[in-house]
């Protein structure tokens, strides 16, 4: 197991090759390197940030002029500090560190910055206590909700999305704390283009809806692990991407979490402390399917990608899957199965 959690990442196996077949395999990938100032590359090695930089090809239009936007992912570990830090004194000390990624990601020309889900807190929800982890929470009514907040380049408050699907079982008893959202699958209108935040990558009918509502690049900030759901990382957004012809940005938490009190999972194992491995590994995919190297499986990091937003036209017009995509069968067959007496289409021999 602690092999499985050390390996680094697929893409710093794939840099031991010799360098022309390096650059083949990046050619294929169709994305390139891009430029960061020194000081972006100075701020992250000060803060011990692993930093990869990454553009998207695209096709260059004679109407249209190119639509330049950098995105910025940002991963880390809940360490060095311990989930038996007060709740003000772990709060502040997160919200320092992450003011540290996002100066760095402002040097790296970075115009829309992204934390993974719960990034200010532990990841307690495997505890399944009460007590002190409510406290983290903003209460609305009497209400928790798994809730991301969107801040403007102005630094205005323009919009929240909840999130749809509560997970409920294993080391995932989000359940037992958050309400199921109840706003929709928002889009936010930005100088950068229609964003969107996605928490429900297990969905594809979750991710549809931002595409309806017009996003040209949307959020997943999550807290995955565990070796059930990792192979499944690298797949669902980037499924995402392809299926509705927008870019997705995949955010992750880093490390493992050592809690004070024993708690079991559900899985036969005995009562432990840890929570799951979170394997990081953030990445960018755009509409056509390529994706951006990861980020680490075991670092803090931040991955600068520059993308053009005219891709996602490009990537329609060539596909025109819009075109057929039908929504009105599905839509007919969806509100059917919402009814306790729905009936599937299964075909049997007579």
Known sequence: MSDFKE?????????????????KLKKSRVWNEIQVSDECRELASKYNIE??????????????????????????????????????????????????AIRTA????????????????????????KVPWCEYAESAHDTIWNTAVVIDNHGDY???????????????????YYSEGNIGHPVF???FGRIAVCYGRHYPVNWLVFGLNGADIVFSPSAAGG???????????????????YFTCAVN??????????????DGRPPHRESEYFYGSSYVTAPNGTR??????TKNGLLIAEIDLNLCRQVKDHWGLQLSQRLEIYADLLSRATKPDFVPQLIRKK
Not at 253 to 266: H, L, P, Q, W, Y
Request: proline share 7%; hydrophobic share 35%; charged share 25%.
């Open 7 to 23: 390996f680094e990442s697929v893409d710093n196996v794939l840099k031991q090759l010799p360098p022309e077949d390096y650059d």
């Open 51 to 100: 930093l990869v930089t990454c553009g998207f090809n695209c096709r260059e239009e004679q109407l249209r002029s190119p639509k330049i936007v950098r995105v910025g992912l940002f991963q880390h570990k809940l360490v060095p500090f311990p989930t038996s830090t007060p709740v003000q004194e772990l709060k502040y000390a997160l919200f320092k560190f992450a003011n540290k």
């Open 106 to 129: 402002a040097r790296g020309g970075v115009n829309i910055f992204c934390f993974p889900e719960t990034w200010n807190m532990p990841y307690a929800f495997c505890t399944r206590e």
């Open 158 to 176: 323009l919009g929240k999305h909840r999130k749809n699907h509560i997970p409920r079982g294993s080391n995932f008893n989000e359940s037992l």
């Open 189 to 191: 209108e930005t100088e």
């Open 227 to 245: 070796e059930a759901s990792e192979p499944l990382w690298a797949i669902e957004a980037r499924n995402a991407a392809i299926a509705n012809n």
């Open 253 to 266: 938490r880093v490390g493992t979490e050592i809690f004070v009190n024993d708690f079991t999972s559900g």
């Open 292 to 297: 951006s190297p990861g980020l680490s499986r």
